[in-house]
């Protein structure tokens, strides 16, 4: 069955580091545009980068520009968030998502908590 499985969150200090992982099994990672998620207390979701299916096109939130890098590699059928500069306002529920024209399927998340 499909699966994406993210890990790598946890508690950093304010400009700290950070690299999220997403381990996707399933279907054709290759075939699929990817993206990162967060969603922070009494937000809604919001899409934080997202890398076409051969991780040459890649877009950013405003929030996060210069500071995120999204990537994948397709071989391993992984896709990747190195996050740098961190700030308070970046904690929240990191998801991951894979998207065609025929659907999308979500990650269960993972925690990033930026705090001192």
């Known amino acids: 069955q499909v699966q994406l499985v993210e890990s790598g969150g946890g508690l950093v200090q304010p400009g700290g580091s950070l690299t999220l992982s997403c381990a996707a099994s399933?279907?054709?990672?290759?075939?699929?545009?990817m993206s990162w998620y967060r969603q922070a207390p009494g937000k809604e979701r919001e899409l934080v980068a997202s890398?076409?299916?051969?991780?040459?096109?890649?877009t950013y939130a405003d929030s996060v520009k210069g500071r995120f890098t999204i990537s994948r590699d397709n071989a391993k059928n992984t896709l990747y968030l190195q996050m740098n500069s961190l700030k308070p306002e970046d904690t929240a529920v990191y998801y991951c998502?894979?998207?065609?024209?025929?659907?999308?399927?979500w990650g269960q998340g993972t925690q990033v908590t930026v705090s001192s």
């Open positions: 399933g279907f054709t990672f290759s075939s699929h545009t």
């Open positions: 998502n894979a998207y065609r024209a025929t659907g999308d399927y």
């Open positions: 890398i076409n299916r051969f991780g040459v096109a890649t």
